[in-house]
């Protein structure tokens, strides 16, 4: 079954990954040898074993937005084991959702201090700098994450600096990772997407179009991506395969901004 996907809620989550400093120095140092995540380590004792759990537990909320109880689980959890640094993380990620930047960033430090070579958290960390117009000093923590063997998933901070780099429309730079993203996973919907839209606005149609139907086989359309392959075959001038997709936006997403934005006649 192919998955469903918004994408502007979905950035926050993608971009949670890596990073590593020196022990007991401040963001935005020089990175220690590349390490394991943490949280993929099996916990020392029964305190790291209870904060493991309810971590975990925690992420599972936070993935499925229910950020209260979220939030209930990292605080047991860091309190249960105040050095188990993924619960540090986990509280700087549920602070961040909450838009609580301060204490976000309090947890993220901690974090950081806690598991210097951690590349899960300091993607993470990369990922609230950004968000606070601090996106020099993300890019460092991005590409410190992307660049540790040890670490699974370097498809997210790829993805993650794309769009840092959108909001500072370095757009050349943001395709650049967005490329590395899919070169490293070919199923990173979030970067497929992105692609399609840059493409787009280049005025590259036809490429848009094949990223954006590469999209539409990994997942089910959405409001984004229906109103995307409105404008592309609009702008194509494929009238048979607009209606189509402006049927979809209608009858599956009414009342969004997308269809709106179509109702409107709102194509740039």
Known sequence: MRRAIVFSTAALLAGCAAQNTSPGAGPGTNPNPAAAPVSEQAPSGLAEKSAKTHTELGTLYLQAGNLTVAL?????????????????????????????MPQARAAFERAI??????????????????QN?????????????????????????????????????????AEMNFQR??????????????????FYRRG?????????????RLIEPNAESLWLG?????????RQAEASYSSQLRRKFAGTPEHQALLQGNFE
């Open 181 to 198: 993203a899919v070169l490293v996973d070919g199923t990173n919907v979030q970067a497929i997407y992105q692609l399609a839209s840059l």
């Open 72 to 100: 209930e689980e990292a605080r047991i959890a860091a309190a249960t084991d105040p050095t188990y640094a993924p619960a540090l993380n986990l509280l700087g990620l549920v602070h961040l959702m909450l838009n609580e």
């Open 133 to 173: 117009g601090r996106e020099q000093e993300a890019f460092k923590y991005f590409e410190t994450a992307a660049r540790n063997p040890l670490y699974k998933t370097p498809t997210r901070p790829y993805t993650n600096a794309g769009l840092c780099y959108l909001r500072i429309k370095d757009e050349k730079s």
């Open 230 to 238: 409105v404008r592309i075959e609009r702008k194509l001038g494929d």
């Open 204 to 216: 590259d149609f036809f490429k848009a179009k094949q990223l954006l139907g590469d999209l539409h």
């Open 113 to 130: 201090h806690l598991a210097p070579g951690d590349p899960q958290i300091a993607n993470d960390y990369g990922w609230f700098l950004c």
